[in-house]
């Protein structure tokens, strides 16, 4: 189990303070029903001995809610929990807006939908598809474009280039134009681990 930092330690005491206190207050009210008092006090010590342990299990319990959420594990690791689909997702902030990528070490390039290269501010009127990519579903007209900024966990990169896809996509692509930033591209079980 981690340490404990500052403001967990503080919400540790506010959390004692509060049962001390509800307990203490059941107990003083309630004299003549010392019975009833005393249940009301095992069942709010079962309440708060739940809420720390699901505290302590918080990242686990987000890892598996939110499989695309990067998890930081050391200065130059992040990890993802492999979805319910067989694949492994990224939610990556692209010129400030979160966008969530399949990851696709088959892709060669990042690939941006139409909605998610709207969404980070691309103007799609202003496009040139002077490119095809090859495709599971044929090939399909693709247009180059620059990315102010991507952010996956804690690794910012800039400049990045980038292509739309031109033609049905669902969820763009984290490709390996991105992917080989990283020295280490490892899955092991139902995880993937980058490493710069």
Known sequence: ???????????????????????????????????????QL??????????????????????????SHPRLMDQGTVAFNRARDGHFYADVEVNGKRITFVVDTGASDIVLNYADAQKVGIDLDRLVYTDQANTANGLVPIAHTQLDSVVLGRFIDRNILATVNGGELDTS????RYLRR?????????RMILTR
């Not at 692509?173 to 390996?176: D, S």
């Not at 990283?182 to 139902?190: C, D, K, L, M, V």
């Open 182 to 190: 990283f020295r280490s591209i490892e899955i092991t079980g139902g």
């Open 1 to 39: 189990m981690r340490e404990l930092s500052g403001d967990d330690q503080a919400a540790l005491v506010y959390l004692v303070l509060l049962l001390v206190v509800v307990g203490g207050s059941m107990l003083i009210g309630t004299r003549k029903q010392l019975n009833t008092s005393l249940q």
């Open 42 to 67: 095992v069942i709010w010590g079962l309440i708060f001995i739940g809420a720390i342990g699901a505290y302590s299990i918080r990242d686990q319990i987000t890892a598996q809610l939110y499989p």
């Open 173 to 176: 692509l984290l490709g390996m």
